[in-house]
């Protein structure tokens, strides 16, 4: 897995989350909901970071992106369907976070 960490990290930029678990979460400069389904019309499925979040202060808009599901083969075509639907350039960073990234059916 530090294999597909360290594609995404170089794939997709302001990733963070990235320290612990088989999550990350992509900071993203649009609304989080138009991000999600962007992401889903280029065959990728994140989850808004909204559904996760306590209280109602506001918070910068991001997904969650899981780096264990897609099979090895699939999984630079899946980065770069992310980085094409976030809209963002590589970068890194740390922090924590869980849920999934998984080509669509």
Known sequence: YRRRRDRLLATVRRVT???????AVVEV???EAVVVDRARR???????????????????SAVVVG???????AWQGALERLRDAVGVEPTTSTR???????AAP
């Open 42 to 60: 280029h065959d990728v499925i994140v989850e808004g970071l909204d559904a996760y979040r306590f209280g109602s202060e506001p918070r910068p």
């Open 17 to 23: 989350g990235i320290d612990a678990g088989l999550h």
């Open 29 to 31: 400069d649009e609304d």
């Open 96 to 102: 924590r976070l869980r849920l999934p990234l998984r």
């Open 67 to 73: 780096y264990a599901t897609p099979p090895e083969h």
